[in-house]
């Protein structure tokens, strides 16, 4: 077998150039936190349709392809962008009738899990006794044990693409995300068979000082498919302790979910753009490294 | 007379819910269950665990909104995933503001109407499912109303409650625990007839008849006089506002009515 390369350097365009319409997709992140929204400008720049998204803790990703119509399923325990609690063009998908797969958050990382140990299930009380459990999908099973519980299979989920967004990553893909948690993009990774990543800064292996940096290390780099450099590259989420929610921003994206022509208007002003010509129209790079830090 | 507001009375009547767990990650969401769980850990158990809302864990509680220079007192971490190890342990007491709970105390907070093409889609089931079949949990109504404590059951059930219809093999899951119900109008517990949703005080001035129009289902009501909730006396009201410096519990109620109703 001829070697990979292990320059894994591509554009983002070059990513979603590998990434084609049906597939299941995996997004990183957290609500309004390291969600990697360049790529997902990309995608919706790009046309993709008949995603089965996996976004078990949703924010504007989810929202921002649901409004650009490329959503087949959605895989989520929830979609919201926090400060703002319920995301407007996810729940005008939903109230049309988007089809869902609704997970507890703790389910949907076991499933991650099972997933990423190449396991068929993982068992668990979460769910049970409730309507998530009711959904096509699930299965009760019983402990072999002398307790017998019953208990309820949660199925692995694999992923043909994980997107993520870190702080830091080498042409190798060894990566830094310094956000101080990390959630679970790990298992999304460990989940999909192909991981494409974006970082704020590419750099050379030596200026990881990985030594020191060894707990800001998620994953090791065969796990990475592909590394773009996005600098704000999680705008309008964090990429802390980069840059902080841009709340405004988000204001202004909900706020334009009300008609049709209000996202007609943000697409065309901040989708269709490259993303050096976004940091441009949200304000530049000063700004965003000046945002406060959110309050809760 | 005393100048204590609802909210205030029930920041005070919540934070018994934490008395005696002992030590435990204390969670209130929304703001008068945070408060009422900061409460508590000054003033009944300081033993109690709280976060800053976001990873960390702070040695006193962070006032909700803006607090300045004010930095937060960090004592350990609690990144997402160690949330679901914790919470697995049962070593945590939840006070959660549902949109909907039935009188099995299951509650919704995922859609009106019907899960395929929703009335109303709201946030999806978050941790609900996990939480009520892991550690003791709490609620908060705003509004105590029929189309928040509904009859029937809620419209997709997000936590477990005390309906043996729905447990495996008709077996009580093992940790579930459900503790404690403060509304605008009352405080409800689940101590009634195989955990039947029962009244525990009525806030001052409220009618019994207005807690029972106002409510889905049948609830437990104890013989003789029903007690009134008490009204926070004025050291525990100088708390509460150390606490909440920025006066968020005055924008949670309609109208921030006085803890005791003019009649």
């Known amino acids: 077998m001829k ?3 292990l320059d894994k350097r591509m554009t983002m365009e070059a990513i979603v150039g590998q990434l084609r319409d049906g597939m299941t997709l995996g997004i990183g992140g957290w609500a309004t936190r390291r969600k990697p929204m360049a790529l997902v400008r990309a995608i919706v720049r790009a046309g993709l349709k008949d995603l089965t998204l ?6 504007p ?20 962008l926090d400060h703002i609690p319920i995301e407007p063009h996810f729940k005008t998908a939903r109230q049309a009738g988007l089809p869902v797969w ?5 389910m949907a990382h076991w499933a991650l899990r099972a997933g990423a140990m190449r396991l068929p299930f993982l068992p668990t009380r979460v769910g049970l006794a409730t309507d998530i459990a009711r959904q096509p999908g699930f299965a009760s099973i019983r402990s072999p ?3 017998a519980e019953e208990l309820l299979a949660v199925p692995a989920i694999r992923l043909d693409a994980a997107l993520l967004h870190v702080h830091r990553s080498d042409e190798k893909g060894n990566t830094l995300v310094f956000s101080p948690d990390l959630f679970f993009d790990d298992l999304i990774a460990r989940a999909a068979d192909r991981v494409f990543i974006t970082a704020e800064k590419l750099v050379a292996t030596a200026a990881l000082d990985m030594v020191a940096n060894a707990r800001f290390n998620p994953f090791e780099r065969s796990v990475v498919t592909g590394v773009a450099e996005a600098p704000f590259g999680a705008h309008p989420t964090s990429a802390s302790p980069d840059y902080e929610i841009d709340l405004s921003h988000l204001k202004t994206y909900a706020a334009a979910a009300d008609t049709e022509a209000g996202w007609a208007d943000y697409r065309t002003r901040f989708v269709e753009i490259d993303q050096s010509a976004y940091v441009d129209a949200i304000g530049g790079a000063d700004r965003l490294r000046a945002l406060p830090k959110p309050v809760y | 007379m005393s100048t204590a507001t609802l909210a205030e009375l029930i920041i005070h009547a919540a934070s018994k819910a934490w008395e005696n767990d002992g030590e435990l990650l204390a969670t209130g969401i929304t703001p008068l269950p945070r408060l009422a769980a900061s409460l508590a850990k000054t003033t009944l158990n300081p033993a109690l665990m709280i976060t800053d809302g976001e990873c960390w864990f702070a040695e006193e509680p962070v006032p909700p909104g803006p607090r300045g220079d004010r930095a937060v007192r960090i004592e350990g971490w609690a990144p997402y995933a ?3 190890e914790n919470l697995w342990s049962g070593k945590r007491h939840a006070m959660v503001a549902p949109v909907q709970l039935d009188r099995f105390g299951q509650t919704n907070i995922s859609v009106i109407g019907d899960h395929a093409r929703p009335r109303a889609q709201m946030l999806g089931a978050r941790g609900f499912p996990g939480n009520t079949l892991h550690h003791p949990n709490s609620y908060f109504f705003p509004a105590h109303t029929r189309r928040a404590l509904v009859p029937g059951e809620v419209d997709f059930v997000c936590s477990v409650g005390y309906n043996p219809a729905r447990w495996p093999g008709g077996v009580q899951p093992r940790c579930l625990d459900l503790r404690m119900i403060v509304t ?27 807690v029972l129009d106002n409510t889905g289902f ?20 100088a708390e509460i506002a150390r606490l909440d410096p920025n006066n968020i519990r005055a924008t949670i109620l309609k109208n921030n009515p006085p803890a005791v109703r003019e009649i």
């Open chain 2, 82 to 84: 160690r949330t679901f």
């Open chain 1, 145 to 147: 044990f002398a307790d």
């Open chain 1, 61 to 80: 990703d989810v929202g921002m392809l649901a409004a650009a119509g490329a959503i087949r399923k959605l895989t989520f325990a929830f979609v919201s």
């Open chain 2, 184 to 210: 605008n109008l009352c405080v409800l517990d689940f101590g009634g007839d195989r955990h039947a949703i029962r009244l525990v005080s009525l806030h001052p001035g409220v009618p019994l008849a207005e």
């Open chain 1, 54 to 59: 996996v976004a078990p803790y949703g924010g």
């Open chain 1, 102 to 106: 609704e997970f507890d958050e703790g």
């Open chain 1, 3 to 5: 070697p990979p390369p």
């Open chain 2, 218 to 237: 049948d609830l437990a009501v104890p013989e003789g006089p029903i007690p009134a909730t008490p009204v926070p006396s004025a050291e525990t009201l």
